[in-house]
Nanobody, 123 residues
Framework: QVQLVESGGGLVQAGDSLRLSCAASGRTFSTYAMGWFRQAPGKEREFTAGINWSGGNTYYADSVKGRFTISRDNAKNTVNLQMNSLKPEDTAAYYC????????????????WGQGTQVTVSS
């Protein structure tokens, strides 16, 4: 069973950058697509970015396209989310998740979740 632990969240100002990391345990990490979701207070969890098993295919929500970059290092069992030009509306808890059947953009496509890391962007 793969376990996921996120890190890298914090409080930043609008326009700043942050890099989130997700460390995965388990030998089969490299065979799965991974994704980042976020959930703001009072809102539903939403897809942010996804990456296939090899890193050769990525997918972004329109709201972060051009500002966020997802990447993975299968040798280190990590998946990262580089967030640039942050906006107050990016404030949310960010979750790393594993997709057992391939890259998707729905919560139901993912069956293992981390506990989340908080990102707060002040204006």
């Amino acid at each position: 069973q793969v376990q996921l632990v996120e890190s890298g969240g914090g409080l930043v100002q609008a326009g700043d950058s942050l890099r989130l990391s997700c460390a995965a345990s388990g030998r089969t990490f490299s065979t799965y697509a991974m994704g980042w979701f976020r959930q703001a207070p009072g809102k539903e969890r939403e897809f942010t970015a996804g990456i296939n098993w090899s890193g050769g295919n990525t997918y972004y929500a329109d709201s972060v396209k051009g500002r966020f970059t997802i990447s993975r290092d299968n040798a280190k069992n990590t998946v990262n989310l580089q967030m640039n030009s942050l906006k107050p509306e990016d404030t949310a808890a960010y979750y790393c998740a594993l997709a057992p059947y391939g890259l998707g953009n729905r919560s139901r496509d993912y069956n293992i979740w981390g506990q989340g890391t908080q990102v707060t962007v002040s204006s």
